[in-house]
């Protein structure tokens, strides 16, 4: 048991460290439901469209979105011990797709909703992506961290005071 719980936390430590370079300071930390939740109450959305989350953990914004709302997902996930988990969890529903791809190298620009919980260190660049790749309309949602130069149509504040970071959205 303590052997698994070791082999656990050091899988999590190597995982994380090995993509430090890409992920800059965004560590493999999941979302709480309550704040999950919340976000898709704000954001309605319809059959067909695509959710994309920026580096999707667990995937639970994925499975949670999907159960919802019957739409279409993708999580891109550079962290492998975060990916298998996803992987795992989101196995046998088609309308999820976990890719272990880094996702500044990947075009945005199907995308109806973003949904993602970075760090501050990537905001400004991230802004940056956004307005070249998405299509107007297209819905983004970010967790704590704002997103500089856009004015967020929502804050939301989720939840107690367990839960009550800041959930900027925005349109574009
Ligand atoms: C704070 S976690 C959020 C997980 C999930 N979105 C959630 O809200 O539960 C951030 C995740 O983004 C991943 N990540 C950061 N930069 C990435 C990149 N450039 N490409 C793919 N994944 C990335 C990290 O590995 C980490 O698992």
């Not at 082999?7 to 704040?35: E, F």
């Not at 088609?94 to 260190?121: G, H, M, Q």
Request: glycine content about 8%; aromatic content about 10%.
């Amino acid at each position: 048991m303590a052997g698994g719980l070791f082999a656990l936390k050091i899988s999590y430590v190597l995982s994380t460290a090995l993509v430090l370079p890409i992920t800059q300071g965004a560590l493999y930390v999941s979302t709480s439901r309550v704040r999950v939740a919340a976000f898709m109450d704000a954001v309605p959305m319809k059959p067909g469209q695509l959710l994309v989350d920026l580096g999707c953990g667990d995937g639970r914004v994925l499975r949670m979105a999907t159960k919802r709302y019957g739409i279409k997902t993708i999580g891109y996930e550079v962290n492998w011990m975060a990916c298998l988990i996803a992987r795992l969890l989101c196995m046998g529903d088609r309308t999820i797709k976990i890719k272990r791809k880094n996702f500044w190298k990947e075009n945005l620009s199907a995308a109806d909703v973003v949904f993602c919980y970075l760090y501050p260190d990537v905001m400004q660049r991230l802004s940056k992506k956004l307005i070249s790749d998405l299509k107007p309309g297209t819905v983004v949602a970010s967790c704590n961290f704002s997103m500089p130069g856009f004015t967020p149509s929502n804050v939301l504040r989720p939840g107690g005071s367990l839960h009550n970071d800041p959930l900027y959205i925005y349109h574009i």
